[in-house]
T-cell receptor
Framework: EADIYQTPRYLVIGTGKKITLECSQT?????MYWYQQDPGMELHLIHY???????EKGDLSSESTVSRIRTEHFPLTLESARPSHTSQYLC?????????????FGSGTRLTVV | QKEVEQDPGPLSVPEGAIVSLNCTYS??????FMWYRQYSRKGPELLMY????GNKEDGRFTAQVDKSSKYISLFIRDSQPSDSATYLC????????????FGKGITLSVRP
């Protein structure tokens, strides 16, 4: 079944640790996105990619980095986690070349930095 | 002023009520309009999709777009407790590289 997967679903980690949030999709979508969402707050785009070896920063400044080595995989890395990084991180994908394409979202990773 | 403004909520209604959720926008280039539903601790899922002006109906849900007023609405008829979720409007312009712009979302609670 075509879908988008995020792991882990929940993560509690200490300050200063390096973490990678995984996102994979099986739909063959070229476009992928990372959003940050705090409780009751709007979605903030932090990174996006339009294909392999293409990555761009989004509207919200973020200390994270992303890579896109394979079409289906778009991991997000925090080199040194801080309590201010505590949030929900959502990954999404959509088709390239299709005007107005909707996004398919993963279930999210809820990150807590202590 | 934000490109997309959504009624802040939260909204609580009794089961069976008709619910009206609304968004306004300022970018006249927007052509594609969507509503996403997000359950607690889940990612948003696409609920309704409309191109340009007009109405679209899917079961108990009706999406309405008025481009002249830059106003979109989602109506839920015979609301159910299972409709309790956060609803986000989203829209984009034409063009393969256009990204979605989301509203802030409104949390709906349907009381049994």
């Amino acid at each position: 079944e075509a879908d988008i997967y995020q792991t882990p679903r929940y993560l509690v980690i200490g300050t200063g640790k390096k973490i990678t949030l995984e996102c994979s999709q099986t739909m063959g979508h070229d476009k992928m996105y990372w959003y940050q969402q705090d409780p009751g707050m709007e979605l903030h785009l932090i990174h996006y990619s339009y294909g392999v070896n293409s990555t761009e920063k989004g509207d919200l400044s973020s200390e994270s980095t992303v890579s896109r080595i394979r079409t289906e995989h778009f991991p997000l890395t925090l080199e040194s986690a801080r309590p201010s990084h505590t949030s929900q991180y959502l990954c999404a994908s959509s088709e390239l070349g299709l005007s107005g394409a909707g996004y398919t979202f993963g279930s999210g990773t809820r990150l807590t930095v202590v | 002023q934000k490109e997309v403004e959504q009624d802040p909520g939260p909204l609580s209604v009794p089961e069976g009520a008709i619910v009206s959720l609304n968004c306004t926008y300022s970018n006249s280039a927007f052509q594609y309009f969507m509503w996403y539903r997000q359950y607690s601790r889940k990612g948003p899922e696409l609920l309704m999709y409309t191109y340009s002006s007009g109405n679209k109906e899917d079961g108990r849900f009706t999406a309405q777009v008025d481009k002249s007023s830059k106003y979109i609405s989602l109506f839920i008829r015979d609301s159910q407790p299972s409709d309790s979720a956060t609803y986000l409007c989203a829209m984009s312009a034409s063009g393969a590289n256009s990204k979605l712009t989301f509203g802030k979302g409104i949390t709906l609670s349907v009381r049994p």
